[in-house]
């Protein structure tokens, strides 16, 4: 394994969960903790990202997106990572596809909010990344619609998994996916840095 990068053994379900966190927010640790039972995962790792290639605003230093992750993310069954600036890939169909190399027999799950769901269709490769892995979709305020509705929904509806069936998630043949319903947390970043206090830190 490269040095610095996290421990897995083959045969592990360890869920990826990639996000700006700008902030860090209970949200995510929710739907961490959610993903893990859910989905019978082992671990899962945060890909705190250099930059989503979907926004233009630049969020703020990796260092002190890591340190609040880690201050609302302290479990041991979950690592804080800079993963995508330490593989210099910026879109997930990249990141995966080095991780995928990185880490055989390992069974990784993509793990996003619905709304990212939303909007999936966008994503580079977007149909890549079902290919690889499997992906697991967490329920998110105002996005209860949207597992039906969003195009790359509909365009792989046969691949969706019952949500009874979401501890097999990690090793349904690709592509597969599943949403999960859950208590929700409305929680946003960005609502936290419209409240000042982040960027004021
Ligand atoms: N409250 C939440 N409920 C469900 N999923 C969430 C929640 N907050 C964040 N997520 C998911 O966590 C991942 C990382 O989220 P991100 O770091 O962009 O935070 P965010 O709160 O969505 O930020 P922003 O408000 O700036 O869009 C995404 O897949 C997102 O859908
Ligand atoms: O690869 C892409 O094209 C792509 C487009 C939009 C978002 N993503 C990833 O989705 C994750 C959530 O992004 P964000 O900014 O909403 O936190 C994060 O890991 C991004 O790198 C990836």
């Known amino acids: 394994m490269k040095q610095g990068f996290p421990i897995a053994t083959r045969g592990q379900r360890i869920g990826l969960l990639g996000g700006s966190f700008d902030p860090a927010h209970e949200g995510h640790a929710h739907i961490t903790r959610e993903a893990m039972r859910r989905f019978g995962l082992d671990r899962v790792w945060w890909l705190v990202s250099p930059g989503n290639p979907l926004k233009s605003h630049g969020p703020a230093p990796m260092a002190s997106r890591i340190a609040q992750a880690r201050r609302v993310m302290a479990d041991p069954k979950v690592t804080i990572t800079g993963l995508e600036a330490q593989l210099g890939t910026r879109y997930t169909a990249q990141t995966l596809a080095r991780l995928t190399a990185l880490y ?22 977007w149909r890549g990344i079902f290919a690889r892995v499997p992906v697991g979709v967490l329920a998110r305020p105002g996005h209860r619609m949207v597992t039906g509705q969003a195009r790359a929904a509909r365009i792989y509806a046969s691949a969706r998994l019952p949500a009874e069936q979401a501890r097999l998630l990690p090793f349904a043949r690709r592509p597969a ?18 409240g000042g206090e982040w960027r004021a830190r």
């Open 104 to 125: 055989p027999g390992v069974h990784f799950v993509w793990l996003m909010g619905a709304d990212n769901l939303a909007q999936f269709d966008l994503w580079e490769d």
């Open 177 to 194: 996916w599943c949403f999960v319903q859950m208590p929700m947390s409305d929680l946003s970043s960005s609502a936290i840095r419209a």
